[in-house]
């Protein structure tokens, strides 16, 4: 029997609206998966989006810009 695919996931959180809910979710101690990588920016749109590509051609399955 194989083991069940873990996506590993990367996410780029702004840290006036998205990164505040992901803090939120750790002080609250909710549990959400450990392939989560957090990259918290200043603004969602200041991500350049050579960064996606970087993350997906690192080996990522999933690169997200949260804002």
């Known amino acids: 029997m194989s083991e069940a695919f873990e996506p590993k996931i ?4 702004c840290n006036w609206c998205a990164y505040a809910g992901a803090d ?30 970087e993350g997906l051609k690192s080996g990522f399955d999933q690169v997200s810009v949260f804002g």
């Not at 990367?10 to 959180?13: R, S």
């Not at 979710?25 to 959400?32: C, D, T």
């Open 24 to 53: 939120l979710a750790g002080v609250s101690r909710f549990q959400y998966p450990s392939s989560i990588r957090v990259i918290r920016t200043m603004c969602s749109g200041r991500v350049d989006p050579s960064y996606v590509i």
């Open 10 to 13: 990367l996410a780029f959180l």
